[in-house]
């Protein structure tokens, strides 16, 4: 049965050879090594950034519909509060957040809040 399993491989992958395009001899070397060596588990998703940096908010909670937002009167920008829950208590108050920013979809992601001033 084992024996029968590497020949099933072995024709699949000739079968693949002759219908992939023409690739330099070494390039098909190593995609076969690559495919031949790779473990069984899937793939991770490498991700640029992985570790956002924390960063140190000042401004304004306000209520902004169904979110809480920090409001910038110094920049003139507002950021989503990703903790509606810790937000709801510093409406109106000047406060600093620290946490991380997803520049995206302008969402901080709050460590802490604390009201200053």
């Known amino acids: 049965m084992r024996l029968r399993l590497m020949v099933l491989r072995q024709a699949a992958l000739s079968a693949l050879v002759s219908f992939a395009p023409v690739l330099p001899c ?3 070397q190593s995609a076969a ?8 588990a899937p793939p991770t998703i490498l991700r640029l950034n992985a570790q956002a940096e924390v960063e140190t908010f000042f ?11 920090l409001s910038d009167s110094a ?6 509060l990703d903790d509606s829950r810790e937000a709801s208590h510093y409406v109106e108050m000047a406060v600093k957040v620290v946490g991380t920013l997803d520049e995206t979809r302008n969402v901080i ?3 802490s809040i604390q009201r200053i001033g």
């Not at 401004?59 to 937002?69: A, D, H, M, W």
């Open 109 to 111: 992601h709050v460590e």
């Open 59 to 69: 401004g304004t909670v306000l209520k902004s519909g169904p979110n809480f937002v």
């Open 33 to 40: 090594t690559s495919a031949a060596t790779a473990p069984s």
């Open 75 to 80: 920049t003139k920008s507002k950021y989503t």
């Open 26 to 28: 070494a390039a098909l």
